[in-house]
């Protein structure tokens, strides 16, 4: 791919009454130019500026449309760039796309114009990653992650953190040159707390994945209880959909159903599964089985019961949050809907599951008339805050694989260093691992020689005109 080309691509998605064909490189006024007829060229245009003309191919018109001009280095790529708006004809956007190829435009790769705005400088490869989930997000919480990400969250972040290892690197050059003189005690001490501090920095990253990574792809939600329950009716109420088959008859709902919603800003993913219970039919014991690794990966279990009816044991992980739901309650003899962390009713039916050391709620209500369903989402939103934290402004969350794997370098490095530290090995085998910490860290930034095979993986993930 080479950057010395001229791209074009349509940028807008089919349907819109608008669409935007984009054109950078180093001939993109030029070649937009030799198609424009307007009351000025666009060759004579400031940068910044909106001009009205037409596209015209062999004295026809093709459309009226609004070119937007911007010079190096003051685009989005880095380059000089065309924004074509348009009428949103497919047939339009792609007679403009071939004229531009006519002229001498290359079809843009998938990515390709952010790649270059990651080539050019303009952006560190944290930031250019967050404008993928930025177009792919779909809710308040992935919208704000997104948005730190690519205002420079993260790339703040480790350039702290590469501040504190440079400092650590010369506190320890200089302990080196002052070995002979004992001042070695002060620098150690210093040298331990400083590294102690960067191995801190660098978990307190790798440790928000599991938060980040919940709210890119979905707060879990299993779905367990015993057959017939309930659990595919409740399903459907929360998705407002008929996804899962309700029936009275036993053993119904075999393999694993989940879709997503958003509530209170935050994507769930809910999955609803076998009814468990003891059975002899093969199949359904492989549902069951399924049901059980879809509770063990699940962030939120929803324990579903009813009155008379005992819940299956499973077991709840410390880092996980069980909420205990007793379902049917229009049958119950009282007919009261009850949220109370002491539901009388609902204590009989979950006596076989340990709830005392966990983050736990009790509710009851009824999936199928949806009364009580209000309390349980409040119930999921509130869970959703505990889980993820408070997501401000500042927040920097991880949510990519690619940096998760970087940091887990970096901190094996870092806790090698520390160790090098506490029991006086060489300060340039301590020096090593720290610069092995930097470049494990700089590859999250893409700072340091990036191959096009991580390029290409990154890249073709995008969408064609971003
Ligand atoms: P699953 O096997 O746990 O998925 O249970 P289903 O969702 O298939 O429901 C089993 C039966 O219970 C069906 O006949 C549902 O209509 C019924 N059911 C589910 N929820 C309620 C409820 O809140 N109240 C009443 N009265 N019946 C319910």
């Known amino acids: 791919m080479s950057s010395s080309s001229t791209i074009c691509a349509i940028s807008t998605a089919q349907g819109g009454a608008i669409g935007i064909v984009r054109v950078s490189g180093p001939q993109a006024i030029q070649l937009t130019d030799s198609l424009f007829k307007g009351c000025r060229r666009l060759v004579d245009a400031e940068p910044y500026s909106v001009l009205f003309g037409r596209i015209i191919h062999d004295g026809e018109v093709i459309d009226e449309v609004l070119a937007t001009i911007f010079r190096a280095p003051h685009s989005y790529t880095g380059e000089d760039s065309v924004e074509l708006s348009c009428h949103g004809s497919s047939y339009i956007l792609q007679r403009i796309l071939s004229l531009l190829i006519s002229q001498g435009c290359t079809m843009a790769q998938p990515g390709e114009f952010t790649q270059r705005a990651f080539l050019n400088g303009k952006m560190d490869l944290s930031q250019a990653e967050a404008v993928a989930d930025l177009i792919a997000s779909s809710n308040a919480a992935t919208h704000r992650v997104a948005m730190n990400q690519m205002r420079g969250g993260i790339t703040h972040r480790l350039a702290e953190m590469r501040q504190q290892l440079l400092t650590l690197t010369s506190l320890l050059e200089l302990e080196l040159d002052f070995s002979e003189e004992d001042v070695e005690f002060a620098d150690r001490q210093q040298l331990q707390d400083l590294s102690r501090s960067t191995l801190d920095e660098i978990e307190k990253l790798r440790s928000s994945f599991s938060s980040g990574n919940a709210i890119k792809n979905g707060i879990h939600v299993a779905i367990i209880g015993a057959p017939n329950v309930g659990k595919s009716t409740l399903l459907n109420q929360l998705l407002q959909d008929d996804k899962a088959i309700v029936s009275d008859i036993q053993g119904t ?214």
């Open 253 to 466: 709902t075999r393999d694993l159903i989940e879709d997503t919603i958003t509530l209170g800003g935050y994507l769930f993913r809910f999955i609803d599964t076998a009814g468990i219970r003891h059975t002899s039919d093969v199949i359904e014991r492989l549902g069951i089985e399924r049901s059980i690794q879809a509770a063990e990966k699940a962030h939120i279990i929803i324990l579903l019961s009813e009155e008379g009816v005992s819940s299956p044991t499973v077991p709840i992980r410390p880092d996980q949050f069980a909420i205990h739901v007793l379902n049917k309650a229009d049958r119950l003899t009282s007919g009261t809907e009850n949220t109370s962390p002491h539901a009388s009713a609902s204590e009989s039916t979950l006596s076989l599951v340990s709830t005392l050391d966990y983050p736990t709620s009790h509710l009851s209500l009824s999936a199928l008339t949806g009364q009580g369903l209000d309390t349980l989402r409040q119930s999921l939103i509130d869970h959703a805050h505990l889980l993820c934290g408070e997501l401000n402004e500042d927040t920097v969350l991880i949510t990519n694989q690619r940096h998760l794997e970087a940091l887990e370098l970096a901190s094996s490095s870092m806790r090698r260093a520390l160790d090098g530290i506490l029991h006086s090995l060489p300060g340039d085998l301590i020096a090593e691992d720290l610069r092995l910490v930097l470049s494990h860290l700089s590859t999250i930034l893409g700072s340091e020689i990036t191959t096009d095979e991580v390029l290409g993986n990154i890249f073709k993930n995008f969408c064609i005109g971003k």
